[in-house]
């Protein structure tokens, strides 16, 4: 069973008196532990597919299917739960709670659950200690680095287990040490934990911490392909530039 499937989906917005078409019959399989990295220009869908995926929008037509659930088919309610306790969202900015903790920003989704009890402490400790993040515990996001603040983030992201997780350029506000960081963190969930990745990324650099990279053109997925051998993404930003010419 592939964790996320995406069936031909297309998404128009209105704007003004026009219509944009933002995505153009996007179809993508993903199976667990794969980790794939979006790439396009700016306009090309990428924030659109992830939101289709994240059931933060609803296509026109098309299916997203996380866990075999047909995600549009859900009432906005049990989307909300499904999305809760499936996916894991981290964002360009982190959109951390500022009067919250670390670790109080990292049990958020548990405490909505009503299971931040001794299982939840115990899972907390646990995902700070991993994300590097013990000495940072007590500390508000002003009180953090963008670093520590996205590692926060993904800490969120993972403390209901989702077998998805979908990031939005999550190195955007980095600087290159953190976004190293980062990257390397997702790409051991993908290998090590087997969970299921979909990163939207401009930057070649960290697309190539990815197994896989989906191009999207003018709201088209026109390319797929594997990163193997291109780890410094000098190799990857040329492949990239070949399918958007
Ligand atoms: N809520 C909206 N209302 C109207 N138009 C929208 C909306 N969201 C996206 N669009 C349009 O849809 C197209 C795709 O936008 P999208 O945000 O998916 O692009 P993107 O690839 O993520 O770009 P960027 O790299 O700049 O983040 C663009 O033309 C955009 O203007
Ligand atoms: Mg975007």
């Known amino acids: ?5 995406v069936e031909n989906v297309t998404k128009q917005f209105r704007q003004g008196d026009r219509l944009v078409q933002a995505l153009n019959g996007v179809s993508l399989e993903l199976c667990q532990g794969q980790f794939l990295a979006i790439m396009g220009a700016s306009g090309s869908g990428k924030s659109t ?13 098309g299916r997203v299917l996380i866990n075999s659930i047909s995600i549009g088919e859900l009432s906005d309610r049990e989307l909300t739960l499904f999305r809760r306790r499936n996916i894991g969202l981290v964002f360009q900015s982190f959109n951390l709670i ?8 990292i049990g958020l989704p548990l405490m909505l659950e009503g299971k931040n009890g001794s299982t939840g402490a115990a899972k907390i400790g646990e995902l700070l200690e991993s994300l590097g993040l013990s000495r940072r515990r007590t500390h508000r996001p002003d009180a953090m680095s963008g670093g520590e603040q996205q590692r926060v983030a993904i800490g969120r992201a993972l403390v209901s287990d989702p077998a998805v997780i979908l990031a939005d350029e999550p190195t955007g506000n980095l600087d290159s040490a953190n976004s190293r960081s980062v990257c390397e963190l997702l790409r051991d969930l993908s290998q090590i934990h087997g969970k299921t990745i979909v990163m939207v990324t401009h930057e070649p650099t960290v697309a190539a911490y990815a197994q896989e990279v ?25 492949r990239y530039q070949e399918c958007v010419r």
């Open 49 to 61: 597919l992830l939101h289709l995926m994240a059931g933060l929008a609803r296509p026109d037509s």
């Open 98 to 105: 500022p009067t919250l903790t670390a670790e109080e920003n």
């Open 1 to 5: 069973m592939a964790p996320l499937v």
């Open 214 to 238: 989906a191009v999207l053109k003018d709201g088209r997925l026109i390319e797929r392909f594997a990163t193997d051998g291109m780890q410094d993404g000098q190799t990857l930003a040329a």
